[in-house]
């Protein structure tokens, strides 16, 4: 069983490991992750996550076994437009826990998560087209395929066409 909840300080060295135990895999996807990505790099972001709750910039959470512990990646709500009421929602996994619905169900907790205790209207996907295992993801939380976008995503270190996926409250019966 998986759940998802806010970092703290101890996940810092886990996600710095994890990080780079999937590097290869998450690099070409998340801007942010390279092969020198320091410890120094988790730290920074586990510490911004406290004020970023506080402005409502950002909701990143960790992805934890329940029974285990373990660290097995990261979700979370960011590019939060208030006067809309949308946000973007990202994720990835531990390469060594792919393709075992950990981040589809850890999608739908974070969606759930807007949609219910922030107030959210909307929640957003937006995947690379050549990013296959992510659309996958939004498809098997069950996040409604909507439109492609011409050079929307930065991928590879380029923009790159995306697919835009979202959820409502009327998809988890919150109206």
């Known amino acids: 069983m998986i759940a998802i909840r806010r970092f703290q300080e101890a996940d810092i060295p886990r996600l710095y490991e994890a990080v780079i135990q999937s590097v290869q895999e998450i ?16 730290q920074a972001f586990v510490k911004a996550q406290e004020e970023a709750w506080k402005e409502g910039q950002a909701y990143n959470f960790v992805i934890t076994d329940t029974e285990t512990e373990e660290f097995l990646g990261s979700v979370g709500l960011g ?7 949308v946000a973007n929602l990202g994720y990835w996994v531990h390469s060594n826990f792919t393709k075992s619905g950990i981040a589809s169900t850890a999608t739908r907790l974070a969606a759930q998560f807007g949609l219910q205790a922030l107030g959210l209207e909307r929640i957003e996907i937006v995947a690379a087209t050549d990013n296959k295992a992510s659309c996958r993801v939004a498809e098997k939380a069950g996040a409604k395929k909507e439109c ?5 995503v930065l ?7 995306g697919i835009t996926y979202s959820f409502n409250k009327e998809d988890f019966m919150l109206v």
């Open 155 to 161: 991928a590879n270190g380029k923009l790159t066409d």
């Open 27 to 42: 690099k070409p996807w998340l801007f942010w992750s390279h092969e020198d990505y320091s410890l120094a790099e988790s």
């Open 79 to 85: 590019l939060i437009n208030r006067r809309e009421q």
């Open 148 to 152: 492609l976008v011409n050079k929307q």
